[in-house]
Nanobody, 125 residues
Framework: QVQLVESGGGLVQAGGSLRLSCAASGGTFSRYVMGWFRQAPGKEREFVACISRSGGSTNYKDSVKGRLTISRDNAKNTVYLQMNSLKPEDTAVYYC??????????????????WGQGTQVTVSS
């Protein structure tokens, strides 16, 4: 069973950047499709991005394409989310997820296998 710990959240002005990290332990990292979800106040959790086991392919929510970039380092058991040109509507708790069976081709459903505890991202206008 894999454990996920996110870091890197914080407060940033609109147009700014943040990089989230997610360190995985307790499993073979390269066996998992990795991804990020987010949940804004009063809203349901939504898929943001995912990356294949090798890191060779990615998938994004339409509204973040061109601004957010997911990457992974299998040697460091870590997945990243580089967030540029941030907007107030990006404000949410961001969760790292790991999926053992599915593929990243069409994103990851909320019923995925493992979740981190979340990290808060707040974008001020």
């Amino acid at each position: 069973q894999v454990q996920l710990v996110e870091s890197g959240g914080g407060l940033v002005q609109a147009g700014g950047s943040l990089r989230l990290s997610c360190a995985a332990s307790g499993g073979t990292f390269s066996r998992y499709v990795m991804g990020w979800f987010r949940q804004a106040p009063g809203k349901e959790r939504e898929f943001v991005a995912c990356i294949s086991r090798s890191g060779g392919s990615t998938n994004y929510k339409d509204s973040v394409k061109g601004r957010l970039t997911i990457s992974r380092d299998n040697a460091k058991n870590t997945v990243y989310l580089q967030m540029n040109s941030l907007k107030p509507e990006d404000t949410a708790v961001y969760y790292c997820v790991a999926d053992e069976e599915r593929y990243c081709t069409s994103g990851i459903p909320v019923e995925t296998d493992y979740w981190g505890q979340g990290t808060q991202v707040t974008v001020s206008s």
